[in-house]
T-cell receptor
Framework: AQKVTQAQTEISVVEKEDVTLDCVYETRDTTYYLFWYKQPPSGELVFLIRRNSFDEQNEISGRYSWNFQKSTSSFNFTITASQVVDSAVYFC???????????????FGRGTQLTVWP | KAGVTQTPRYLIKTRGQQVTLSCSPISGHRSVSWYQQTPGQGLQFLFEYFSETQRNKGNFPGRFSGRQFSNSRSEMNVSTLELGDSALYLC???????????????FGPGTRLTVT
């Protein structure tokens, strides 16, 4: 069974601090995909990144970076020099292609509410 | 390119009624998925449609149903509404081009359903 755990329910930081959001996943599939989404107060889920199980390279996009470690089944997300606009709920998700299809359902973690104070 | 659109954005229904929610995917996207988001259960998968066929279904009762039309637009229906159906219903569309799926799912703003 697929499972995603985001142990941090809420995190509060002050602007310009770095913050890391943790994500631990469980799957028996050897091919799987990991995602991060951001949900601002408006409610819409905003796609941030997709990573497949064969690519363990870390990725950096501006102030965002992701650390994927298969050995610990973790896919952590770091925001450097946080800003007030980063305040949102962040979801980690896991997907594995279903039999007969290249499309997969997303299994979401419970999310981490990040609040950045000015 | 326009994003995923969902109508209506807000809906208030009475227990026992039925409701239909609509989703228009991003132009060119042929896959549509639906998710329910509640404070208690979080984000849960409802269905996945591709080319008018249901490809995958989550663990929801038969009161929840959906369909996809030839233009990729999708609707979901909930019959005999219960108080516990109050939730944010999110629709997502994804592209099927290329061979390395699953692909990024782009979400709409959601429909906030309140059952009284």
């Amino acid at each position: 069974a697929q499972k995603v755990t985001q142990a941090q329910t809420e995190i509060s930081v002050v602007e310009k601090e770095d913050v890391t959001l943790d994500c631990v996943y469980e799957t028996r599939d050897t091919t799987y995909y990991l995602f991060w989404y951001k949900q601002p107060p408006s409610g819409e889920l905003v796609f941030l990144i997709r990573r497949n199980s064969f690519d363990e390279q870390n990725e950096i996009s501006g102030r965002y970076s992701w650390n994927f470690q298969k050995s610990t089944s973790s896919f952590n997300f770091t925001i450097t020099a946080s800003q007030v606009v980063d305040s949102a709920v962040y979801f980690c998700a896991l997907s594995a292609p279903d039999r007969g299809s290249t499309l997969g359902r997303l299994y979401f973690g419970r999310g981490t509410q990040l609040t950045v104070w000015p | 390119k326009a994003g995923v659109t969902q109508t209506p954005r807000y809906l208030i229904k009475t227990r026992g009624q039925q409701v239909t929610l609509s989703c228009s995917p991003i132009s060119g996207h042929r896959s549509v998925s639906w998710y329910q988001q509640t404070p208690g259960q979080g984000l849960q998968f409802l269905f996945e449609y591709f080319s008018e066929t249901q490809r995958n279904k989550g663990n929801f009762p038969g009161r929840f149903s959906g369909r996809q039309f030839s233009n990729s637009r999708s609707e979901m229906n909930v019959s005999t509404l219960e108080l516990g159906d109050s939730a944010l219903y999110l629709c997502a569309s994804s592209s099927t081009k290329g061979g390395q799926g699953p692909y990024e799912q782009y979400f709409g703003p959601g429909t906030r359903l309140t059952v009284t």
